[in-house]
Nanobody, 125 residues
């Protein structure tokens, strides 16, 4: 399995931006499709965005489409989530996850191979 470590979370005002990073070790990320999920207090973990192994295809949840951008740098073994126009309802722990390459629209919390421990994003004034 690949080991994943998220960073970049913090407190931001509504309308602000943050960029999350997910650094991998143990294996090259190029063999994995990657995704971001999030879990708000008292809620189930939900899908946010996914990207194919070489970055040619991306997929987003409707709630973040147009505001968030997922990208990857396989040379740095790192995946990113650029979050713009943040809203209070984006407050959650954000997790990155890796799985075998497949249809990005089928990625669910129960079907991923490896997970990071998460980074907290709080959107509040």
């Amino acid at each position: 399995q690949v080991q994943l470590v998220e960073s970049g979370g913090g407190l931001v005002q509504p309308g602000g931006s943050l960029r999350l990073s997910c650094a991998a070790s143990g294996r090259s990320l190029v063999i994995y499709a990657m995704a971001w999920f999030r879990q708000a207090p008292g809620q189930e973990r939900e899908f946010v965005a996914a990207i194919s192994p070489y970055g040619g295809t991306t997929y987003y949840a409707d709630s973040v489409k147009g505001r968030f951008t997922i990208s990857r740098d396989n040379a740095k073994n790192t995946v990113y989530l650029q979050m713009n126009s943040l809203k209070p309802e984006d407050t959650a722990v954000y997790y990155c996850a890796a799985d075998r390459p497949r249809n990005l629209a089928t990625m669910t919390p129960g079907g991923m191979d490896s997970w990071g421990k998460g980074t907290l994003v709080t959107v509040s004034s």
